[in-house]
């Protein structure tokens, strides 16, 4: 009887081919969709780049699953992502800079639907991302993808050790361009289809917007100062602005600011010298370490600090409440609280845990 694997159907290309993939190595294939209840507006038009999970969206995926003759089905994930779009609210509001895939993936795509696919005597779990589980007679292993313009490890470095064993990325050794060339060949009907490149639920990029909508109760307004308290000038919500923003502030100088540092106590954002940025310590908690245990000392490494960052050499130290505290070679800039920090030994993913903030040498 063949292996059952449960698989995340976004109505991408991505997760498209990975069904095909995993149809053809004989896998008994189960497409599930996340329906979010994010409503965006429609866009069919090849250039309009948007987020996931939509009625489009579904169809899609509805019509690829049919195309291979696989089981279809839509769960209702609505008040599980609210509780997603309540944590990004949350932490803006709180001066630091949320990463909600990364979220997503820990609590839902390796949460609830891992779940969900246990009640279906599942085997596995897989999805569409850009990354590699290796299995080794020591287990298993995270790594990054073979097309480094497209990995996604960065935002699976919270997946869970014991859940990992049971996890396949079908496309995770393959070019973006293979991937839609099989498409075509496959006829899927999604092989042109842009990727998804916004936060779902604020489609329209103006994520200080649809927290206000949120939480309308909130006064955020407050002062841009420098870094010794002089009020420059007056800002409209502290939600508006992450560590290391120049663009956007809202605020003309005669030199270039950025943003060093949000104070929800008195809602001040504190701006400065790019200089000002750079940082050779952090403090990253609640550190999902995958491999046999933590390290018992100081571990050499090259860390990244948001999807983007080059990941740059560092040694890691695990703490004994579950933190770690990482020391960068190189100072590196805008280290950023509430940002994910994520350890590599060249391509295999050792740990990732949440950034608390810089620490002082």
């Not at 505290?325 to 590196?332: D, S």
Request: aromatic share 8%.
């Amino acid at each position: 009887m063949p292996a059952r694997v449960v698989l995340a159907m976004s109505g991408g290309v991505d997760s498209s081919v990975a069904a095909l993939l995993l149809k053809e190595q004989g896998y008994d294939v189960v497409g599930l969709f996340m329906r979010t209840g994010v409503h965006a507006p429609e866009d069919r038009t090849p250039s309009h780049k948007k987020g996931c999970c939509s009625a489009v969206d579904a169809g899609d995926a509805r019509r690829v699953a049919d195309r291979l003759d696989i089981p279809f089905y839509a769960l209702d994930f609505e008040r599980d992502f609210e509780r997603i779009i309540d944590y990004f609210a949350d932490e803006y509001l709180a001066g630091r800079t949320p990463n909600p895939c990364v979220v997503c993936n820990n609590w839902l795509k390796f949460g609830k639907l891992w779940s969900y696919g246990k009640q279906l005597e599942a085997d596995y779990v897989a999805t569409g991302h850009y990354a590699q589980v290796i299995r080794t007679k020591d287990g298993v292993e995270l790594h990054r993808a073979i097309d480094p313009d497209k990995d996604q490890s960065y935002v699976l470095a919270g997946v869970r050790r014991g859940i990992l064993e049971h996890v396949l990325f079908p496309i995770g050794a393959m070019p973006k361009d293979e991937v839609r060339a099989l498409a075509r060949r496959a006829n899927l009907g999604v092989a042109e289809k842009p990727d998804s490149v916004e936060i779902c639920f604020v489609p329209d990029n103006d994520h200080g917007a649809m927290i206000r909508r949120r939480r309308p109760e909130l006064q955020t307004a407050g002062h841009f100062v420098d870094t010794h308290g002089t009020v420059l000038a007056e800002h409209a919500g502290i939600e508006n602005y992450t560590i290391g923003q120049r663009k956007g502030l809202g605020y003309a100088a005669g030199d270039r600011r950025y943003v060093l540092e949000i104070v929800p106590a008195t809602n001040d954002v504190v701006l400065g010298d790019r200089e000002e940025l750079l940082g050779s310590r952090l403090i990253a908690s609640r550190v999902n370490w995958l491999l046999e245990a933590p390290p018992n000392g100081p571990l050499p490494c090259s860390a990244k600090i948001r999807y983007r960052h080059t990941a740059a050499p560092a040694t890691v130290t695990a703490l004994s409440d579950g933190s770690a505290r990482v020391e960068f070679a190189e100072p590196q800039s805008a280290i950023t609280p509430g940002q994910a920090v994520v350890f590599y030994d060249e391509t295999r993913v050792l740990a990732g845990g949440w950034i608390e903030g810089r620490e002082d040498a």
